[in-house]
């Protein structure tokens, strides 16, 4: 008989044994750190606190799109630049890749030979190379680019040289608010139109011509406003004075850079995943459908893409959380993202290293679940419902 | 009257070259502009890059035959119209790449420590490897010889690792975290399906963490963070450092590969280890933990796969391996603007580290396929 008294061969005991002593080891574990950093910061006269936030940060950024800053503006001010400029690339980062990827993996399922063997070495190369090595190679092809006086012209107004591309900036002049709002409710329209549709096609089987009236409303109808208006919006075109461009708007070499590396790389990867998604749909689907006499391109939207969908998001999504990680490698040719301005500028000049990295970390957390919070909703939507 | 009906045409053919070709790029009117197209630019650019890689380029002798020792003597810098690439910043690096700062009387112990490892991993690879058994043994204590022979000590010269650079660093960083991580990332992968409510939730915790934020910040950690968390008088050098941030990283990613694995063995393989009266370890360590790594096996290569390149990040933190090896050499004034032969050269090495990895992912994919069925045996 086993003995009441042996309390470690009882299950219940050990179990809140273990968790005992890992919560103990743990807490012990983080005493003793957060000790040694104490003591480690007062030794070397490092001031603990969020204060240095609002301090003015003295540099430059050469590239902040969306805010316009100065080096007198405060390290909170660097923070925001670097969350917006990792957005930015991340986003155009995002779409680009997928529709590169889509592209792709296409193309590697077609029938033509020579295609599918050349974008298959594209996804070899790609994916075998490390993606620094192809920021810094595409950055050094960039700056390789002809100097601003002799640079390359399109049209007189788009200028590309080793600073980047010149491009004319938009005037928003009062009264283009009500051509953005216009275009606004035009896409929420379309979206309540679709739905309608749908659902009258549902019930009754009469079709709607969704995509030509969202056409018209998104582009036709703010397009009579805006001449109604008067035009309501000019051009600052670039002019080359002295050394170099003023007015207009630029694409800084760092940005492409990053924005081509991670593209390319990224692509390459959902390439991969949306041709596993397209093979997992199986061929008796595709028979299926051509037996009904569904026209081909009919065959892939209305088949066999909802059906690959549900393979391809999940992976999708791991790769849009890599490609918004992967911004992080901005550093290495200045593209002044969080890591690049807030976490090494400011970190260097403040020496606040705890607090600066921790918001840093803190922030691509933050940005890394916001990601999976939306496609999680994305992936339930198309997944198989059963009626 | 009987009309003879007119005999039909001939099927078009689907054999041979020209049925070959009809099948595969002229198939229809689409197709062939398509694949004209791609021919056109194939033909304009692989001659182009066969020529500049290997035809006109430099490999010790510029077109003069002199051996080139700077840029100028380049016969790209020479003739910029004929001139390709430049191969002689390569060899004359040669030795960087491979081993960075090592003292070359010494360097006898990288070498004799690249072809162990060799011996050490290639019978893990296969495993119908003759005399596998034994060969594994010396796997097991491979990283113990390697990290003597490197480091030095047992009258070994010491050699610090900041000599350390190019491949050498590249390999060090790759295999360590790898080899650490994987059992890092089982006992993560084993805590997070636990039972036991405080570990799973740690463990949940660490590894979301870890996958949440970029490499680089962890890094950084390492970098900046961790001598301030060490008390006073220890002192971890820039690679260890580093080793703690790469390891750390890579086991949150191994441990939900290896998740995955353990999630795909049938519930019947749990019950019936403990139904015949094994503990949790021995369930874990006799029946479980086999059949899901071996599963998990090629999901295991391709994370590896990642940490591998990843190693290039370390250049951020001030560490030369391949890649700081290589700016390190275009940074050198006499041999500016050789930027495309270095980093051909260093995505070369990679590629071929890679590629052959993932060939062997492809290669242990099929053979789980054709092996046993799990859980039906």
Redesign the interface.
């Known amino acids: 008989m086993r003995s009441k008294l042996n309390f470690f061969s009882d299950e219940k005991f050990r179990s809140i044994f273990f968790q005992t002593l890992v919560i103990g080891l743990f807490a012990l574990g983080i005493f003793f750190i957060v000790q040694t950093t104490a003591y480690n910061l007062e030794k070397r006269n490092i001031a603990t606190g969020w204060r240095f936030l609002t301090d003015p940060a003295g540099f430059d950024i050469s590239f902040s799109p969306f805010i316009d800053f100065k080096s007198t503006d405060t390290h909170l001010d660097v923070y925001f630049v670097g969350v917006l400029n990792t957005l930015l690339v991340s986003v155009c980062g995002c779409i680009a890749a997928t529709i590169l990827g889509f592209l792709v993996g296409i193309i590697r399922l077609s029938s033509n030979w020579l295609l599918v063997r050349v974008a298959y070495i594209y996804v070899e190369f790609t994916r075998n190379v490390p993606l620094l090595l192809q920021i810094i190679l595409w950055y050094s092809i960039l700056i390789q680019l002809p100097r601003v006086k002799q640079s390359l012209e399109f049209l007189d107004v788009f200028f590309i040289s080793n600073r980047g591309i010149y491009s004319p900036r938009p005037v928003f002049e009062t009264g283009f608010s009500y051509v953005f709002i216009s275009i606004i409710l035009a896409f929420i329209s379309s979206f309540f139109i679709r739905r309608w549709a749908k659902k009258r096609q549902d019930d009754t089987g009469k079709q709607f011509p969704v995509l030509s009236s969202a056409f018209g409303l998104i582009i036709i109808v703010p397009l009579i406003l805006y001449f109604i208006i008067g035009s309501p919006l000019s051009f600052d075109y670039p002019a080359l004075k002295g050394f170099n461009f003023k007015g207009g708007m630029v694409i800084r070499p760092e940005f492409i850079a990053m924005f081509l590396a991670l593209t390319i790389y990224t692509a390459a990867f959902i390439s991969e995943t949306v041709r596993s998604g397209i093979l997992s749909v199986t061929k008796g689907q595709r028979e299926a459908s051509a037996s009904l006499g569904l026209k081909k391109s009919w065959i892939m939207r209305l088949i066999i893409i909802p059906q690959a969908l549900r393979v391809i998001v999940p992976p999708l999504t791991s790769q849009y959380l890599n490609l918004t990680k992967n911004s992080s490698l901005g550093i290495a040719v200045g593209y002044a993202d969080l890591v690049h301005g807030f976490g090494g500028i400011s970190l260097n000049q403040t020496g606040q290293a705890i607090e600066c990295m921790v918001i840093v970390m803190a922030t691509y957390l933050t940005i890394s679940l916001t990601i999976s919070v939306f496609m999680n909703i994305y992936n339930r939507s198309i997944q198989f419902k059963e009626k | 009257m009987n009309e003879i009906t007119e005999s039909r045409k001939p099927p078009v053919a689907t054999t041979g070259i020209l049925g070959w070709l009809r099948?595969?790029?002229f198939?229809n009117w689409i197709?062939s502009l398509?694949?004209l197209f791609?021919?056109y630019i194939?033909i304009q650019f692989v001659p182009w890059i066969l020529n500049w890689t290997i035809f006109a380029a430099d490999f010790k002798y510029n077109f003069n035959g002199e051996q080139i020792i700077n840029r100028e003597m380049c016969s790209r810098v020479l003739d910029p119209e004929n001139g390709g690439a430049c191969w002689a910043i390569i060899y004359v690096r040669f030795y960087q790449f491979m081993y960075g700062f090592y003292p070359r009387d010494e360097v006898w112990r990288v070498n004799l420590s690249y072809a162990m490892l060799v011996v050490a991993v290639v019978p893990l690879l296969f495993d119908k490897f003759p005399f596998r058994k034994h060969f594994l043994k010396f796997t097991y204590i491979f990283p113990i010889i390697a990290f003597f022979l490197l480091n030095g000590g047992f009258g070994l010269e010491s050699v610090s690792t900041n000599k350390w650079g190019g491949l050498l660093v590249t390999l060090v960083l790759g295999c360590t975290g790898i080899a650490l991580a994987f059992p890092l990332g089982i006992v993560l992968a084993l805590g997070r399906r636990s039972?036991?409510?405080?570990?799973s939730t740690?463990c949940t915790l660490f590894i979301e963490?870890i996958?949440?934020?970029?490499?680089?910040?962890l890094l950084?950690?390492g970098m900046?963070?961790l001598?301030?968390?060490?008390?006073?008088g220890v002192n971890m050098d820039g690679l260890a450092r580093v080793l703690v941030a790469v390891t750390l990283f890579q086991s949150a990613y191994m441990a939900e590969v290896i998740r995955g694995g353990l999630q795909a063995i049938p519930q019947g393989q749990y019950e019936a280890a403990r139904s015949i009266g094994l503990s949790y370890w021995q369930m874990n360590m006799k029946v479980v933990l086999p059949q899901a790594i071996r599963i998990s096996i090629p999901s295991i290569v391709n994370t590896s796969?990642g940490l591998f390149?990843?190693?290039?990040?370390v250049?951020?933190v001030g560490l030369l391996d391949l890649?700081g090896i290589g700016?390190g050499a275009l940074a050198d004034t006499t041999w500016l603007g050789l930027?495309?032969e270095v980093?051909f050269f260093?995505?070369l090495v990679?590629?071929i580290f890679?590629?052959a990895m993932?060939r062997y992912s492809l290669y242990l994919e099929k053979k789980l396929k054709t092996g046993i069925n799990m859980g039906a045996d």
């Open positions: 099948m595969n790029l198939s197709n398509i694949s791609v021919l194939l039972n036991l409510p405080v570990i740690m963490f996958r949440g934020v970029p490499l680089i910040t950084f950690f900046v963070m001598p301030l968390f060490l008390p006073e796969i390149k990843d190693t290039t990040l250049i951020i890649l700016r930027a495309y980093y260093v995505s990679f590629f890679t590629f993932s």
